[in-house]
């Protein structure tokens, strides 16, 4: 049934955001050299490594890790970047990840493939068994701003609770967060 969901839902909001996505993607395109999209390796369910697809908010010689490990994340910030991270709109390409079935709508976030201490307890919480999402429990609780072992804590009541009526309580307070750019760092 969430699959089923997350399909119906990601090809009405890849029709309705066609436009923004143009937009979003010029943006990118005519700001700062490299390709429009970055392809991240993350981890999927099963601690599955998966592409998963961006826009460009930093320089092509970003290192590739966590922004919260960079000493300085905003020297790395494509002219549009830190616009595209606060508003989430670097994140409209993973509708692709959820029509493949690498993620879902709501999930805990794909941890980056070097993230090895956050990998480490969601697989010891179980939380490595379900798909990852573009939000999740934790992005409503926090986002950015909490410790690994907090995120991991919230993804395992996620894991422990989830619902119909759980995801649509996270897909609605996610658009508010969003929409009031709460809890976004970088």
């Not at 826009?55 to 790395?76: C, E, G």
């Not at 910030?77 to 959820?98: A, C, H, M, N, Y």
């Amino acid at each position: 049934m969430k699959r089923l969901a997350d399909l119906i839902l990601a090809l009405i909001a890849a029709i309705i955001l066609v436009i923004p996505f143009i937009v979003v993607a010029l943006m990118v395109r005519l700001t700062s050299k490299g390709p429009v999209i970055y392809w991240s390796d993350r981890v999927g369910r099963y601690n599955r490594i998966f592409k998963m697809p961006k826009f460009r908010s930093m320089r092509i010689d970003t290192p590739a890790v966590a922004t919260h490990l960079l000493s300085n994340p905003d020297q790395y910030l494509t002219p549009v970047g830190s616009f595209l991270r606060k508003s989430s709109l670097d994140e409209l390409p993973q509708l692709w990840s959820i029509l493949k079935g690498d993620m879902s709508f709501v999930g805990p976030r794909p941890a980056l493939y070097n993230q090895a201490d956050l990998i480490a307890l969601r697989t010891e919480k179980q939380v490595h068994t379900i798909v990852p999402g573009l939000t999740g429990w934790a992005q409503i609780n926090g986002r950015d701003e909490l410790p690994i072992p907090q995120k991991v804590e919230l993804d395992a009541y996620y894991l422990q609770h989830q619902s119909l009526l759980l995801d649509i309580q996270i897909l609605f307070r996610t658009f508010f967060k969003v929409i009031k750019r709460d809890g976004v760092t970088h």
